[in-house]
């Protein structure tokens, strides 16, 4: 739609009030698809994952898994004090009581010895097995799904579009940055700095990272490719970065559907549905 098209609304006196934000497509069916089928993937990724954690819920770095020594940068874990279960989170050495959360959780009076709760892991019952077949399954279909993504990002320029930060991008981003922070936001049909850049970060490097950990950790990856463990520092430390991403992901979805409801869920979820949104009066340049 281009801004000659754009009809400006008058009030009763003929006096001109602002134009109307023009409905543009701003995503493609690809972009769409994808996205949704990475929030479903990391959705159950994250809870099997956690699912199978439980399963020895402590991290290592290096190839040692300290069954003979204690070397964990990170253990969850519970202590019986006088019949009393008291959940246990030991972060490089110092300990937390996380009672409820981490550690010990469960209905009251029924504490169970368990690093996540029930509520946060498929299944809610301990099955390492069962954990194992949900995120190796939703995990190749990550894979598979950001190599389609790549491959139709490139040719259609989404990826040089929309994704890779340009020089001026990265001079703008710092206000870019502080109009985030004011809840000052800018609907534009491109994506602006810090969404470039995000984005960038999680496709380009934090999903690849957890791909690759992933198969570091895998028997029989090692049997095939031996040296990739060893481009983390080992099997241990290639699980600790995977646990590490993982929580990186989450803290990026949780500030998403923050800035998604700063700015208007109902065009954001239009956008990302149907494809079309709308978008700045002063942005309604064809490209």
């Known amino acids: 739609m281009r801004m000659a098209d754009i009809l400006e609304r008058q009030s009763g006196d003929g006096r001109q009030t602002a134009p109307a934000r023009p409905l543009v497509h701003r995503q493609s069916a ?25 399963a020895h ?37 110092r300990s937390f009581e996380t009672t409820g959360i981490l550690g010990a959780s469960g ?4 504490l169970q010895n368990r690093a996540f709760p029930a509520w946060a892991t498929i299944p809610s019952y301990q099955d390492l097995a069962t954990g194992r077949v949900v995120h190796f399954f939703f995990a190749w279909i990550l894979a ?40 000052r936001f800018h609907h534009r049909r491109s994506y602006n700095p810090l969404q470039k ?9 934090l999903l690849p990272l957890m791909i690759a950990t992933g198969l570091a950790m ?3 990856m090692n049997a ?25 992901l989450v803290l990026f979805f949780v500030v998403h559907i923050v800035m998604v409801l700063a700015a208007g869920p109902i065009n954001e979820l239009r956008s990302m549905i149907t494809g079309w949104g709308r978008i700045d009066p002063d942005d309604g340049k064809d490209r």
């Open 218 to 220: 895998s028997p029989g």
């Open 144 to 183: 598979g799904t950001l190599l389609v993504w790549l491959m139709a990002s490139v040719i259609n320029g989404h990826f040089r579009r929309d994704i890779v930060p340009t020089p001026s991008d990265l001079k703008a981003l710092p206000r870019d940055v502080a109009d985030h922070a004011r809840l």
């Open 197 to 205: 850049l995000s984005y960038a970060v999680v496709l380009l490097v």
């Open 57 to 93: 819920p402590a991290l290592y770095l290096g190839d040692q898994s300290g069954f003979q020594f204690d070397n964990s940068v990170l253990r969850i874990g519970a202590r019986n004090d006088g019949g009393t279960i008291i959940g246990v989170t030991t972060v490089l050495g």
């Open 224 to 248: 095939v490719t031996p040296w990739l463990p060893e481009l983390f520092g080992g099997r241990q430390s290639a699980r600790t970065l995977h646990f590490v991403i993982m929580v990186l």
């Open 30 to 54: 690809w972009t769409r698809a994808t996205h949704w089928i990475w929030a479903a993937c990391l959705f159950f990724l994250l809870l099997s994952g956690l699912q199978i954690f439980n």
């Open 107 to 110: 209905p009251d009076g029924q």
